[in-house]
């Protein structure tokens, strides 16, 4: 039987060029009664559709759009935008799919969408003919949206800086072009583009540490780039930058939306901007003002380029790139929103609507809409564009903001959504990092845990748990009161959350994401200095972000001058990032944790593209040790300490025979109490149970011991017997404090940075050995006692913990191998 002859025009949406110089252009609008393509070239150029466009005239009775009806081609002059429009109609629908093929195309063309078809907004449709709109698989975007009446679908007016008219009211027939962004057509045939790029690093989860990090605020402030560079792609693939994230030593840069973004309509009738860039307004397009100007004037192949560079520049330097990606909801807002692509095309098949009110859409995101994954359609356009940006951009991994709205069907999360099962499926995307924020705002809306393999998912609880125990717990032990966490529950998150995470057989304990903070929320160091959010600089009279932080002050509202309260606040920093570091899972640094940055107690920074979120590196070129450098020499210790070990790679949570109820005894991590006793059952669920060790374990290498004192008191841990012990790190050391061999702490005489760079035990000349005292009150007085009580200081498997720290000890030798 022969092969019925193929299809002129590809099945799948896009704009292809062809060998003929021209293009095929493929839009999907399944009730439209008419689509047009529109290519926009300058009136001060010959047109390159000259003998084939019928020439348009303003008729006073008559608008382009009815005259545009009775031609193939026509075109039409706009002298206020020096632009002339050329129309074709295209051919459709076929299954929901419109055609058309260019005679003529070229790199960096301007074009959009026209199309036309009933208004009935009561009953979810709008199609505008009068509202140029966006390809939704276009690669480049030039130009944006400006507040004014031909940006929407609906009669209305600008008033006082806010739009006043109903969107289920009159149709508007303001041409909306010169007040939009445009497309552009970037040529992608060159067979030698991939020619020259690195490998990819592929960092084994294992040893995989996520940096998350905003393009522009990341390097806008940075002193080491010149001007031009700062905040942009290149900046951040500059040398300098690079060194530091290498000094660092984390392995994988999770980058904030940089897919091209659109302020929403309530930000811009505030005169404010999205700045974290969760407002979508092109899917496959790069996001432009994070290009360089001379990038940006060039055009939007100049933009794309420089993203290339900046993914090819850090995967030469060894670092893997996650992007965030953004595909629950768009930038149109709600029904009130500006008209820019998939409302004008096809509202009823892009959006989610509730039950049978089709004017009304159903909204999981809390940002007006949410993208329609029950619609086989919007799920391959997502596909489509993340192997888009794997493939042809370089990304190794993504970050699916606010993913539980991707999962649902008939409003509820399931596993066995078919965007999931289109992701594992995939032989590209199957095999990258995919991340899962596990929530949204609809019912039900928590499932952390529960999109199984081979996601990870972000894990708010261990952020809650660490965040209690090292915070909000000590403040409620020094009034009295018992903490909430429990030795259970805080060794469950240091474990990798097997509660949460053991949905499947072989999945382990890397697909929980640790994090202490994240963009959403206060840095690290905030939660230590302000104990409510001071977010009035957003303008919404400080309602906007979470009341739940579990953030303590110590004392002082903001930034204080007390010796006492720096070092307090200091030290809880380093705890909760010291055990964000040492837990089992995936830990995930926020940018600027690792030196102390703030955000002056903002926790809603969205729209604070300034000051407040950029980074601050005065600190990077001080001639002093200063608080930042300690801090960031700490850290990036404590990471290169987690990389050079195998003990963080538990993918065995449990297999089949466990399902059934088969289980074994761990043979990777063990637990002690400090007088060196395995914990009583008791101990487990005791809150007032504050201080006790976690030994990892490996038949291959020596094993690490995490000592965890969370009382306010110095603690003595009698550690592990028949094995020798060298202390490698410790959170009490940004206060110049060391657990000790015997009876007593030991603290740095001359904390200067080279002894700031070596573990403890390496420089004992640096040091000066104390008796740690305490105080016992009786009734009539106060008296100083020793803490030495007679025990011997000769006992090498006694060692006493600053308070309020975590140190680790790493086995050197067993008895009899010394």
């Known amino acids: 039987m022969k092969n019925p002859p193929l299809h ?195 960092v084994p989860w294992s040893k995989t540490i996520i940096y998350e990090l905003h393009v522009k605020g990341f390097t806008a402030n940075a002193p080491w780039l010149p001007k031009e560079l700062r905040g942009t792609y290149a900046g951040l693939a500059h040398p300098s930058t690079l060194s530091y994230l290498q000094d660092l030593g984390v392995t994988s840069i999770e980058l904030l939306p940089i897919q091209a973004k659109q302020t929403e309509l309530f930000l811009q009738e505030r005169g404010r901007t999205n700045y974290w860039g969760y407002s979508t307004l092109g899917f496959f397009a790069p996001e432009p003002s994070y290009a360089t100007k001379r990038a940006q004037q060039a055009g939007a192949g100049a933009v794309r380029q420089e993203v290339i560079d900046m993914v090819r520049a850090l995967h030469e330097a060894g670092f893997e790139v996650i992007m965030d990606v953004v595909y629950n909801h768009t930038c149109e807002s709600g029904p009130e929103g500006p008209t820019i692509c998939w409302r004008g095309l096809d509202n009823l098949a892009y959006y989610r609507r509730t039950g049978d009110e089709h004017s009304r859409l159903y909204d999981t995101t809390g940002c007006g809409n949410t993208l ?51 992701l594992r499926s995939d032989l590209l995307l199957g095999n990258l990092k995919l991340i899962m924020e596990p929530w949204d705002c609809g019912p039900d809306g928590w499932q952390t845990g529960q999109f199984g393999i081979p996601f990870a998912e972000w894990n708010d609880r261990f952020r809650d748990g660490a965040r209690k125990f090292w915070l909000t717990d000590v403040e409620r032990t020094r009034g009295g009161e ?49 104990q409510r959010k001071h977010n009035e600089a957003n303008g919404e009279n400080n309602h906007d972000g979470s009341n739940d932080n ?185 206060a110049g404090e060391y657990p000790g061999l015997g009876t007593s702490i030991e603290r740095v005489s001359e904390f200067d940075e080279e002894s700031a760079s070596k573990p403890a035990g390496r420089f004992r000349d640096h040091l000066h050995r104390i008796n740690v005292m305490y105080w016992q009150t009786d009734e009539n007085e106060n008296s100083l006692e020793s803490a030495d009580d007679g025990l011997s200081t000769n006992d090498p498997t006694l060692w006493t913990l600053p308070a309020l720290s975590i140190s680790v000890m790493r086995q050197t030798a067993k008895e009899g191998n010394r």
């Not at 466009?53 to 008559?62: I, V």
């Not at 888009?388 to 370089?394: C, D, F, L, S």
């Not at 903490?483 to 805080?490: A, D, I, P, R, V």
Request: glycine share 8%; net charge negative; aromatic share 12%.
């Open 8 to 202: 002129r025009y590809a099945t799948r949406p896009g704009f292809y060029f062809t060998d003929d110089g021209g293009a095929d252009a493929v839009v999907r609008s399944e009730t439209a009664d008419q689509v047009w393509l529109c290519v926009l070239e300058p009136l001060d150029r010959p047109s390159f559709f000259y003998s084939e466009a019928a020439r348009l005239f303003n008729e006073p009775d008559t608008t382009f759009i009815d005259q545009a009806k009775t031609h193939r081609i026509c075109a039409r002059r706009i002298p206020s935008l020096n632009l002339r429009e050329t129309l074709f109609r295209m051919d459709g629908p076929n299954y929901g799919l419109w055609y058309v093929h260019l005679p003529k195309a070229w790199d960096g063309m301007q074009y959009g969408y026209r199309v036309s078809g009933p208004w009935d907004p009561d009953r979810g449709v709008s199609f505008n003919p009068y509202k140029l709109l966006l390809d939704p698989y276009g690669k480049g975007i030039e130009g944006h949206m400006t507040l004014d009446p031909g940006a929407f679908a609906y009669q209305c007016e600008i008033k006082g800086g806010k739009v006043v008219g109903s969107p289920f009211g009159a149709m508007s027939t303001i041409d909306s072009l010169g007040h939009m962004p445009v497309s552009v057509a970037i040529d992608d045939r060159a067979t030698d583009k991939h020619a020259g790029e690195p490998s990819h690093p592929h």
């Open 372 to 422: 329609d994954f029950t619609n086989t359609h919007v799920t391959t356009f997502a596909v489509d564009s993340l192997r888009y940006w794997a493939k042809r951009i370089g990304i190794d991994g993504f970050r699916f903001d606010l993913a539980t709205t991707l999962a649902r069907l008939d409003g509820d999360f399931t596993r066995h959504h078919p965007f999931l099962y289109a």
């Open 482 to 530: 018992s903490g909430e966490m429990t030795m259970q529950t805080l060794a469950t998150r240091l474990c990798g959350s097997a509660d949460l995470f053991a949905t499947d057989p072989g999945r382990g304990s890397t697909a929980s994401v640790n994090f202490i903070a994240c963009h959403d929320g206060f840095t690290a160091a905030d939660l230590t200095r302000y």
């Open 550 to 734: 579990h953030s303590v002050n110590f004392g002082h509202e903001g930034p204080s001058t007390d010796t006492i309260i720096i070092q307090q606040r200091e030290r809880a920093v380093m705890n909760m990032l010291g055990m964000l570091l040492l837990s089992l899972g995936t830990p995930m640094l926020l940018a600027g944790d690792e030196f102390g940055n703030s955000q002056n107690g903002n926790n809603n920074a969205y729209a604070q593209d300034n000051e407040t979120s950029w980074l601050d590196w005065d600190w990077l070129y001080s001639t002093e040790q200063t608080p930042e450098l300690r801090q960031f020499n700490l850290i990036s210790r404590l990471i290169a300490l987690r990389k050079a070990r195998n003990l963080y790679n538990h993918e065995d949570f449990f297999n089949r025979l466990s399902k059934i109820g088969l289980f074994k005894k761990s043979d990777r991590v063990h637990w002690y109490m400090p007088n060196g006793e395995k914990p009583h059952d008791a101990d487990w669920t005791n809150p007032s149970v504050r201080a006790f060790a976690m030994q990892l374990l490996s038949a291959n290498e020596p094993s690490l011991l995490i000592l965890i004192n969370g009382s306010d008191e110095i603690t003595r841990f009698h550690l592990p017997r028949n094995i020798e012990w060298e202390l490698v790190w410790s959170s009490a050391e940004i």
